[in-house]
């Protein structure tokens, strides 16, 4: 075997691996716990969600949410930093993406109205991420305080404007867009039917290729993996550090409020308070599980939506709290076993003078 | 490589192993002949001492009693409420029940999609058209309200026979139409058994956080209680936990809301105003049982036991025979109709 996929596989592919199978295990003794038999659950699972066109759409709706908040996190792993401020991200660009639906008249064409709201949903998104950025860049403010406390100011926001301004009537929501409202894939595949699964799920494909094309392929994903790797040393070759660390955190908060048309343009056709749901947190479980790889990242996602959708699934027969125990198995397992986050997380304790 | 190839084999090993364990008593979902009933809760879930376990006792009750199989599905997000209901209307139930509000177009949609399975959305939010005329649900959909105001009225009532002042109480949570239905409720039974007698209302704000704000309950009611007042309803979630705060501090009265909220301050809780979800949803499953069920608004007032006060062993030597006989007697009037409790301010 060629030296350099032999490491690959060992870095990159085994650790989630080992992790997949300590979960199901300890999946299976809950599962026995609750005095239910581990492979009719697991049937039902799969039944649920791969196994018919319904649950697979959902799977694929759920997936591209994901995507984006994986690729967020991602993005700012590569750079070396802990963007923990997806959720905020996700929900401003999904209130973004539908107050341009709702500021466009009625009618717009689809080829305008789609990248206007896009652009939106990705600059809100992007405006989020850029405050945590600026505050690395200038003050070197740690951006995993900033970004986890600027997402209960951003959700309390989005909340006010909704509630106060933009709500119907005894609903949660915001009247449905005018223009900008994304097909479903069930107009084109019909067993589709009744899933949420929509055209966004090109435009993230697109974005999951962009992200690698950029990380890999262009010098300023080379110099931001540098600085992630090793600040010091990229600054001495003559990277400005803390600019690469604001534009990072932009392009991750664009990235995570992509996600948000998701839903707003693509489900419901309107901003409705709450409906991140925890898919942006779960973007750091996506983005790890994934190895910060764009291919990784799309693999991650599907798994978590394929527990997400399959959760609901297995409800019959067992409680919800078994699939989210599940998820926490998974991530912590695979958190202990990939070195950037050992990397970060021994940084940061050295920085904060834990060393003594 | 390979050591991490082994410990993957073995752990692999041991999970094939797990997969034949079946223990006794493992049971498939309980579908198939007779009754079927499916219940989404809202993404508080169960254990909320509210409307969702109010669901859970109606529908276990149901099970019980009506020999009716239930399923429970709790959504994680926003997406699942749909996929939830959809998931139990695919399934061939005969009726499916979405709990709260926030299902109501999830809800119209499927049953739109569904006719032959029957919906029930409590707290389902009746919307009106331009022309102010009420749009009514789907045929198949059956829309469980609850007349919030009558109940409010009787512990209004309660408050200005009991409270020994001229001033009474109240905390809202979101300063919003539904909670205005509990203010315009309680001021009109205060009025009712005391006619100079004032309330006052205070909101703890404008978003739904303010139904999860503790702090400010305990604030406003403080304040409140500083003014004279003796007694104080809320209509707050669990802001008003920070009510009863006040009230055990200053040896003053707090009156609950939806459910027996006695236990938050033995004592100090004068009563509730109980809302009986777990009723209604008895209710819709027994209509559905007995193929009487039809679609429309049903409101659940203190006629079908849909709302009421709570009056028992804990509360009784707070509230006198006298006061006793009067609530009930204001309770005939409403049931009956001789009086008319206003919904909103």
Known sequence: MNANVKRTIEEAVLPPLVALVVALIVGDLLILAYGQAPSAVWRLLVDGTWGNAYGFGQVLYKATTLTCTGLAVAMSLRAGLFNIGAEGQLAAGGFGAGVAGLALPAGTPAFLAVPICVMAAMLCGGLVGAVPGALRAKFGAHEVIVTIMLNFIVLALLNYFVSAKLHVPETLHTPEVHAGAMPRLSNLIGAFHGSAANWTIVIVALAAVAAWWFLFKTRAGYELRAVGLQPDAAEYAGVKVGITWRNALIVSGALAGLGGINFVLGYKGYYEDGFTGGAGFLGIAVALVGRNHPLGVVLAALFFATLSQGGLAINAMVPKQIVEALQGIVIIAVATSVPEVRRILRNAVSKSGGQN | ?345
Do not use: W
């Open chain 2, 1 to 345: 490589m390979r050591r991490i190839l082994t410990v993957v084999g073995v752990l692999l090993a041991v999970h094939i192993a797990l997969l034949f364990v079946r223990p006794s008593g493992a049971a498939v979902p309980p579908t198939g002949a007779g009754l079927n009933v499916g219940v989404v809760f809202d993404l508080g879930g169960r254990g909320d001492k509210s409307f969702n376990d109010g669901a859970y006792v109606g529908a276990m009750r149901a099970a019980e009693k009506l020999g009716a199989h239930v399923r429970f599905v709790e959504p994680g997000e926003g997406s699942d409420r749909e996929a939830g209901l959809r998931l139990l209307a695919a399934e061939g139930m005969d009726l499916v029940i979405g709990v709260g509000f926030i299902f109501t177009d999830d809800l119209t949609e499927l049953a739109k999609e569904y006719p032959n399975v029957a919906f029930a959305g409590v707290d389902y939010a009746v919307s009106i058209d331009k022309d102010g005329k009420v749009v009514q649900p789907p045929k198949n959909m059956a829309a469980l309200k609850f007349r919030e105001e009558q109940g409010s009225f009787l512990v209004g009532a309660i408050a200005a026979l009991v409270g020994n002042s001229k001033k009474m109480g109240f905390v809202g949570g979101m300063d919003s139409p539904l909670i205005h239905k509990f203010e315009a409720g309680y001021r009109a039974g205060v009025k009712a058994v005391c006619a100079d007698c004032a309330v006052i209302a205070q909101y703890a704000g404008v978003t739904p956080e303010a139904f999860r704000n503790p702090g400010r309950g305990k604030e406003l009611a403080l304040s409140q209680y500083q003014q004279g007042v003796n007694v104080i309803y809320h209509a707050s979630g669990s802001t008003g936990l920070g009510v009863f705060e006040a009230a055990r501090t200053l040896n003053k009265y707090g009156i609950g809301v939806d459910a027996d909220q006695y236990k938050e301050a033995p004592g100090r809780v004068l009563t509730s105003m109980v809302k009986r979800v777990d009723n209604a949803v008895y209710d819709v499953i027994s209509r559905v049982k007995d193929k009487s069920f039809t679609g429309g608004i049903y409101n659940f007032g203190l006629a079908e036991d849909g709302v009421g006060y709570v009056y028992d062993a804990n509360n009784k030597a707070l509230i006198s025979d006298a006061v006793r006989a009067r609530i009930e007697a204001l309770k005939a009037d409403i049931v009956a109709g001789r009086i008319a409790v206003p919904s909103s301010r």
